[in-house]
């Protein structure tokens, strides 16, 4: 017997029919001999509708009253997942956010889970019942309601299954699991059976949006082990204990598995980066940090740094990336600084792209990078900036290349399905 907490996402729940199915998930997983709680999200589109109410209420509205707004959408789905549970024969009963409850900080609208209670789940689910959990929701010191931050229900049942110690937390999604690559850019991108907490969050961070990264770093934190699957099963489909979709586990978990440990797990790619250039910077101390002090305080994600070498004596130019979302941001800020910093020009470029290979295998290997390089030179991709990190490679290169790049590296790296 295990025990394992389930999460499904809004598309699962949208609508009588699809939270049927759910339950008849959640009923098999009971069946097979488990304690089980389960964390939902609201209906697909519902948080986005009741966020909406708020903006029509009040542009400036009140982020403590948004949250007991937005945190009703879990409400519902959780209610009537335990009807359809009961239904189905089941027993099951709803925890609310503020009934188990979720500790959490007082940042309404992005609060941080401090502590779940779990005494009362743990009795419920050793007795037979299904507990339900309402994603996204907890209860600040004040005793007022919060939410976690949109996305926030992939961290609500990490926290969920640390605090009832669970022996796995399967996350249902739209994909069935996490693959080496978009399948939508190579084809012969193939379904990961393993991939470390560390992994996934650098595949995260660069582009590929399965979870919450935050839900990943509590995993990590927590040591909980989190599997990724396809909430499209029926009946047939093979039981979550066979590991149909891709664990996410430690190093050490990994260490210990049958599994040949690629020297490169994953290649994410990410078209939401912008270049900026500045030509003839003075090259004294203080001139750089005079770039990127500004930004730092505007919360301006700063990635890929170089500082070419002065080609004249005492100047050199700075190029760094951005989100695009923040690019105007930053030519505006720079822009006003132009004298203190003492630049000569500012070259910004939004047609570009990060691609990065991540793999922990590399920490022991020599010459990954090299392959990266050779491998885009044979094609004729040209490479604008680099970064490193001990298990991951990026590089930024002309955003038109980027499929290019993401399926030769595929097949460099030995990557391709057979
Ligand atoms: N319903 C919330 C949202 O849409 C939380 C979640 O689904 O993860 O952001
Ligand atoms: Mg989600």
């Not at 003075?282 to 994600?301: H, K, Q, S, T, Y």
Request: proline fraction near 2%; glycine fraction near 8%.
């Amino acid at each position: 017997m295990a025990r394992i907490v389930m999460k499904f996402g809004g598309t699962s729940m949208a609508g009588t029919e699809r939270i049927r199915r759910v339950a008849g998930i959640v009923k098999r997983q009971q069946e097979a001999g488990h304690e089980v709680a389960v964390v939902v999200s609201a209906m697909a589109g519902e948080t986005d509708r009741l966020v909406n109410f708020c903006r029509e209420a009040n542009a400036l509205y009140d982020r403590a009253e948004y949250d007991v707004v937005v945190a009703a959408g879990e409400q519902v789905t959780s209610g009537l997942l335990a009807l359809h549970l009961q239904a189905l024969g089941c027993k099951a009963r709803s925890w609310l956010g503020w009934q188990l409850p979720v500790h959490t900080d007082d940042a309404h609208a992005a609060a941080r889970i401090e502590d779940i209670t779990s005494d009362a789940l743990l009795a419920s689910m050793a007795a037979g019942e299904i507990a339900v959990i309402p994603g996204f929701q907890g209860l600040d010191p004040e005793g007022r309601v919060t939410t976690l931050g949109r996305g926030g229900s992939d961290t609500s049942a990490v926290a969920v299954a640390a605090a009832v110690q669970a022996d796995r937390c399967d996350i249902y999604t739209d994909v069935d699991g996490v693959y080496t690559t978009d399948p939508r850019i190579v084809a012969k991108a193939r379904k990961l059976k393993y991939v470390t907490y560390e992994e996934m969050l650098e595949l995260a961070s660069v582009g590929s949006k399965v979870l919450q990264t935050r839900s990943v770093s509590l995993a990590m934190k927590e040591g909980v082990r989190v599997q990724v699957l396809s909430s499209f099963i029926d009946e047939s489909a093979p039981p979550a204990d066979s590991i149909p979709g891709t664990m996410i586990v430690s190093d050490e978990e990994l260490e210990g598995t049958e599994m040949e440990r690629q020297l490169i797990t994953g290649i994410a790619a990410d078209k939401n980066e912008a270049k900026v250039t500045l030509t003839r910077v003075a090259d004294r101390p203080g001139a750089v940090a005079a770039i990127f002090g500004p930004l730092a305080e505007a919360n301006i994600n700063v990635d890929m740094i170089i500082q070419n070498i002065a080609k004249d004596k005492g100047e050199t130019d700075v190029t760094f990336t951005c989100p695009q979302a923040d690019l105007a941001r930053t030519q505006a800020l720079l822009e006003e600084r132009k004298d203190t910093i003492g630049y000569y020009r500012m070259i910004a470029d939004s047609k570009v792209a990060k691609v990065s290979v991540v793999g922990v295998g590399m920490r022991s290997h020599a010459g990954v990078a090299a392959t990266m390089f050779k491998a885009l030179a044979d094609r004729g991709i040209n490479i604008q900036a680099i970064s490193t990190s001990e298990i991951k490679v990026s590089v930024l290169i002309d955003s038109d290349e980027v499929e290019l790049a993401v399926r030769v590296l595929h097949t460099a790296y030995g990557l391709d399905a057979a």
